[in-house]
């Protein structure tokens, strides 16, 4: 952890840390290259000691080892590669120390992950990384450039107090993560990891911005604080991010405020030169000042907050969710018919889908505003993270709470057919729990004393029940208030909901679909994913029904799924093929 006999943990106590700055925007201004930097480990080490001898010369005493896309997504690489990299780019980083004062950092960057499926493998990956680097003796680890904590809160727990670990976040000039996380939230996160020995910043906004956040962000005090901006914000020339390095005095202003503002260790990210660390070394003051704790907003100035749950005073009631498909075209007459007729059925919420099964509907942020404004029901819309990222969800959410809309069901969403892909690329910027996570962080920093309500489905006819169970628990730590279930037509299925309440204790309205035919039935069995339709189901349907036979067939298959789930459900959703929501009074109906 030092070349001499200092800790890092020991001088930090007594004096600020200067980073080191970018080794990639400077590799590729130095060498005129689009190749990664991190092949450079291997193909050209000459090139990686005298980068970081140069830092070390401006005046870093902690230098990052040339690792940041160290990973067989970034480096379209088998892990043996991979791994013989990251060896080769700590022992250059160790060597060029040779003759200064300072430490070698492991550095760590966020992986590319487009698809949620592939975030289990991506975290045990970084699992590796760690295991390599403190193979190799590193006992400095620096998880750098990361949107949240959850793809590296296991490599940080594997590490525990083996190394020096420093997480930092980036975050745009408004003060938000690309999961669009808070930079508050982030910092709470971080510091609530015992692992963790410092927080703070790196990339994504230049200093004045980086300044501006971390003043408004309320440190515990209880880790050390870093701070490394851009140089400033780049121009993209020939596909290229090009920095204007006539900032050089600023810059070093600016960092130099930022660490008498309290950070213990401050540098450079993206376009900062060995000409700005220089430029730092020489106005920043080594000397630590003492800890300024913030302290926290008494709590007896918070404002009560309004309960707008669709569920809020109706404690032992058993609720009632109606789904109303939004229109396939501009046509939406049939489903407003249906929200009319629903007006004084005693149903206390209707939800809208989100383009189920990745074809586009109407939206369903809209399609709830024009029924809650005619009928005065309460909505629920459905937001799918397939179609949208972080800025698209967050915009969406502050237009519904605009106009009143205060529930929500939040789903991950079915993936786009394969016949589009061609055409129409997925988001996923996150999956359903992250999503949860920015909600949540929207009702403390936006919403204030008007919160909104959301919840998550659950899939029961998941093969491993423990997976969706762990699921609905980590949705309820994300702050999920309520349930709704995959159609539930067999007593097995029911047994599955049942389980998943009594190891949860979640809020669960178990989902009701009566069939309506033949055909409808079969059609469900064979075509969509998730409804459980077995044999025995079907044979209740015949293919000469009349309509008036088949909606009877559907309403007694509906009270015999609410029969059995009588003891356990919350409620019940209800969705209608067809919007045929005539159907649903017969259903609530007594036999007596």
Not at 73 to 83: F, K, L, N, R
Not at 170 to 180: M, R, T
Request: net charge neutral; hydrophobic share 40%; with cysteine.
């Amino acid at each position: 952890m030092q070349q001499g006999t200092t800790t890092v943990q020991e001088y930090l106590k007594t004096k600020k840390l200067l980073f080191d700055g970018a080794f990639g925007t400077y590799y590729a201004q130095l060498f005129d290259t689009k190749e990664l930097p991190e092949l450079a480990n291997t193909n050209h080490p000459e090139r990686v000691t005298q980068i970081h001898r140069e830092y070390l010369e401006a005046g870093a005493e902690l230098i990052r080892t040339n690792t940041f896309a160290s990973n067989t997504v970034s480096m379209d690489m088998p892990w043996e590669q991979v791994q013989e990299n990251i060896r080769q780019g700590y022992r250059l980083a160790k060597e060029s120390l040779n003759g200064f004062f300072g430490y070698a950092a492991a550095d760590i960057g966020q992986i590319p992950c487009e698809n949620p499926q592939m975030l289990n493998r991506i975290r045990k990956e970084y699992v590796e990384i760690c295991r390599t680097f403190l193979e190799e003796g590193a006992d400095i680890l620096v998880f750098e450039t990361f949107s949240s904590m959850d793809e590296i809160s296991d490599a940080i727990e594997f590490v525990g107090n083996r190394a020096f670990v420093i997480v930092q976040f980036a975050v745009n000039q408004f003060g938000y993560s690309h999961a669009g996380i808070s930079a508050r939230r982030l910092i709470q996160q971080a510091e609530s990891n015992p692992w963790v020995d410092a927080v703070g910043f790196n990339c994504g906004i230049g200093p004045a911005h980086m300044q501006q956040i971390i003043r408004k962000v309320p440190f515990s005090g209880e880790k050390m604080r870093t701070a490394l901006p851009n140089a400033g914000y780049p121009q993209i020339i020939s596909n290229r991010m090009v920095f204007d390095d006539q900032n050089v005095e600023y810059f070093a202003i600016k960092v130099s405020d930022i660490a008498a503002d309290g950070a213990d260790i401050v540098g450079g990210c993206c376009g900062t030169t060995p000409e700005y660390i220089r430029h730092v070394r020489k106005l920043i003051s080594v000397k630590q000042p003492k800890k300024i704790v913030p302290s926290a907003v008494p709590v007896s100035q918070a404002r009560p907050k309004k309960d707008s749950s669709f569920f809020a005073g109706k404690e032992g009631k058993k609720l009632i969710a109606v789904e109303l498909a939004p229109p396939l075209g501009c046509d939406d007459e049939k489903l407003m018919d249906a929200a009319h007729l629903l007006e004084r059925s005693g149903v206390d919420v209707l939800t809208f889908p989100d383009s189920p099964s990745g074809r586009t509907r109407a939206d369903s942020i809209l399609m709830a505003e024009k029924v809650a404004s005619e009928t005065g029901m309460c909505v629920m819309p459905h937001i799918c993270c397939r179609d949208k990222n972080a800025i698209a969800m967050r915009s969406q959410l502050l237009g519904a709470h605009i106009n009143q809309i205060r529930n929500f069901l939040v789903i991950t969403g079915d993936p786009i057919p394969s016949i589009m892909r061609a055409s129409v690329k997925s988001v996923f910027n996150f999956e359903a729990v992250g999503l949860m996570q920015i909600m949540s962080d929207m009702n403390e920093e936006q919403f204030g004393t008007e919160p909104i309500c959301y919840g998550g489905a659950i899939n029961q006819g998941r093969r491993n029940l423990d997976v969706e169970i762990g699921r609905v628990k980590k949705k309820m730590a994300a702050g999920a208030s309520f349930f709704l279930t995959q159609p539930v037509s067999t007593r097995e299925s029911a047994e599955r909901v049942r389980r998943i309440k009594k190891e949860t204790g979640a809020r669960i309205l178990c989902g009701i679909m009566p069939f309506v035919s033949y055909k409808n039935a079969l059609f469900m069995k064979n075509e969509m994913t998730g409804i459980g339709v077995t044999d025995e189901v079907l044979a209740r349907y015949r293919a000469d029904m009349t309509k008036a036979e088949g909606e009877a067939a559907g309403i007694q298959l509906a009270k015999e799924m609410m029969a059995i789930t009588a003891d356990f459900a919350d409620g019940y959703y209800f969705s209608f093929p067809f919007n045929r929501v005539n159907m649903l009074e017969k259903i609530l109906k007594s036999d007596d």
